[in-house]
């Protein structure tokens, strides 16, 4: 409901302050955030975030682009010597998921400690040393020890940055604000690609090319530290914390901005949400928390099989299909065009479906373009399957990131998406070494034939188990 104007006697304001007060809950907060109509400064903010996530996904997919210069540096090899060998192309993979995990898994709970601005702004900083370092490392072992420190740092920032959308943003364009995140992340793919295609090959100041392509990503995320200073924190999640004067302020501050943008006076907020007492870890395993979890772990760990088997691992798969390593950059690059395009489709779809019917839609799409791509050696066919692939791959990407942190009550939606988020570097550790065992023993088609079994699973989790979210407000669905 609207709040009374003020009267400027003393006595009148200091009831009205009172009043205000007491009106002020977890619930209020929420709608009058839903409230919000779109105006500028509410995608201003979904850009601000947006512009972090480009360096963090530029971050997480140089990794198979990078690949052969390090190889050709004899910096890592290209074969695993043993299952788990530390010397090939897996274990550097491998050491970025496994601080991922540990970044998800243990340090989840930060964000809903300590606030998403404060770890959201402190984790780039991490990440950013830790890849800076690891770009002047000569062995394997350096080499993925630092890699192994940027992804705790990457880990943390991936889930708070999920949750910070969620809770800032109307819940009409929770959809398409993930969307744009990611549409603006991915973005950052074919700049990856084209940096390695023109870099990995050669040398310049003594450094090789691959070193190149990790500072230009590092040194771009300190300019993001800076932009995000001017984010405010998450009302919804001071509101959960007991300090609903401070996000009074901050969504009183944010709520004049917006009304000025449009024009009229704001709609009327819905009737607030009777939100239960602040969940714990423990209430992720009771109803209806419990079917949640469960899916999404069965989700995560599946994939993260068909997401990265594939993106990780594209120059590599493309030369065991004959094409050579230059070759196998330019069309790396051809089909990482197609990384933000997936998401831009989002803005057109992200909120008119559910969340699941659209992953499980493009799973099934990603499943018939990987078998294809396997079995093509013509280069036009092998370049427009990829494309598919990572199309399908990035629209599932932007959906679920929005769907899992809409699950979740505020009070734990940091830890508990870092929980189920982090099964899926868990999956990706030891899903390297698969593939590369499966690449070395039964080629490209044995590849997407493990890849297919695991989105199929994925198919069945989000079908069966996947309750819906969309336009229905965060506390609703915390209930």
Known sequence: M??????????????????????????TIGARLDRLPPTKSVWKMVAMLSLGMFFEVYDLMYTGYIAPGLVKSGVLSQSTHGMFGTTGIASFIAALFCGLFIGTLACGSLADRFGRRAIFTYALLGYVTANTVMAFQDTALGLNIWRFVAGLGLGVELITIGAYISELVPKEIRGRAFAMSQAVGFSAVPLAAFMSYLLVPTSFLGLDGWRWVVLLGAQGGLFVWLIRLGLPESPRWLAQKGRLTEADAILTKFEAKVEREYGAPLPTPAEPEAVAVRAKFRDMWRKPLGKRTVMFIIFHVCQTVGYYGFASWVPTLLIKQGITVTQSLMYSSIIAIAAPIGPLIGLLIADRFERKTIIVAMSLVSVACGILFSQFRDTSMLVAMGVCLTLSGNIISYTYHAYQTELFPTSIRARAVGFVYSWSRLSAIFSAFLIADILKHFGVSGVFMFISCAIG??????GLLGPKTRNIALERLSK
């Open 457 to 462: 699973i994925v198919i069945l989790s989000i």
């Open 2 to 27: 609207p709040y009374p104007a003020h009267d400027t006697t003393p006595r009148a304001t200091e009831t009205t302050r009172a009043e205000r007060k007491a009106e002020l809950s977890i619930g």
